[in-house]
């Protein structure tokens, strides 16, 4: 009876989607303020300071943030001024629509808060160890990474709004499970696709659960998604665990081989810590 009920609830949830009449969540006003800022030719950076300054909450962490192992700056920057100076246009977009995707993951009912607040913490976790495994690693652009790790698992957020109207799937963990795992990417997705994010962040929300992905050529923000999300899973009993992560072509394009556990690297935990108590504050 479960997987009918499983197989009736996809088969509506796609056909939303591909009809667009599935309710797909909006950016924070914020954040579409600041972009369309950024994008007039007629506003400078001081436009774009003093929208991010409107809000108190904001401006705090964007100056947390801007202190933390994402700009390895020599320099403490203690306004919204500076920090947007310091960073230019493209890291400021990217990083106040990191700091506000919090927002989005505001439970409307007592239902599915849990669930919301675990996968936040999972996407803060994804995001920092990505952000991280860039400096690290790769010449790719840590902030893009940041925001990568942010809304990888973005497409889960309709699917806990629709199912709290099915308590016999909402009660049932495992069901749940199964069906976020085959529909989150496609619907992360259309996500990304509506709200205009480059492509490479697209591909991250539509591409990060293929293991077998090989995109051929150098490393790309898929693979380093992949591999962070895979990391964030070490000590859990989560299925991907039980594979062989040496086989996985993100890890062997990362350098990285599957007993090495970037969590615990001198050169990293500490990246990862600061970056997350950043966006987790």
């Known amino acids: 009876m479960s997987d009918k009920i499983a197989e009736k609830f996809i088969n509506e949830l796609l056909r939303d989607l591909d009809n667009e009449t599935l309710v797909l969540p909006t950016l924070p006003e914020v954040a579409l303020r600041v972009r369309d800022t950024l994008a007039d030719e007629d506003k400078s950076l001081a436009d774009v300071s003093k929208i991010i300054t409107t809000d108190a909450a904001l401006s705090a962490r964007l100056i947390q943030v801007s202190n933390s192992p994402l700009l390895r700056t020599t320099r403490t920057i203690d306004s919204v001024e500076a920090a947007v100076t310091r960073m230019g246009s493209n890291m400021v977009r990217n990083l106040v629509t990191s700091i506000v995707m919090e927002q989005m993951f505001q439970a409307t009912s007592d239902a599915t808060d849990k669930r919301l607040r675990n996968l ?76 205009n994010f480059p492509p490479e962040l697209v591909a991250v929300a539509s591409e990060h659960e293929n293991l077998s992905r090989n995109s051929g050529g150098d490393i790309d923000y898929v693979d380093i998604i992949t591999v962070a999300n895979l990391q964030s899973m070490i000590g859990s009993d989560h299925p991907h665990t039980q594979l062989d992560w040496n086989t996985i072509p993100a890890f062997q394009k990362l350098g990285l081989t599957a007993d090495v556990n970037v969590i615990e690297m001198d050169e990293t935990s500490e990246d990862i810590a600061a970056m997350q108590n950043a966006l987790a504050s």
Do not use: M, Y
Request: charged share 20%; aromatic share 4%.
């Open 120 to 195: 936040w913490e999972h996407s803060t976790q994804v995001a920092a160890i990505a952000s991280a495994l860039t400096t690290q690693f790769t010449n790719l652009k840590s902030d893009i990474s940041l925001l990568g790790g942010l809304v990888h698992d973005i497409g889960a957020l309709p699917i806990l709004s629709r199912v709290e109207e099915v308590p016999e799937i909402l009660e049932n963990t495992t069901l749940l499970d199964k069906i976020i795992s085959d529909t989150h990417c496609r619907i992360g997705e259309r996500i990304l696709d509506k709200w």
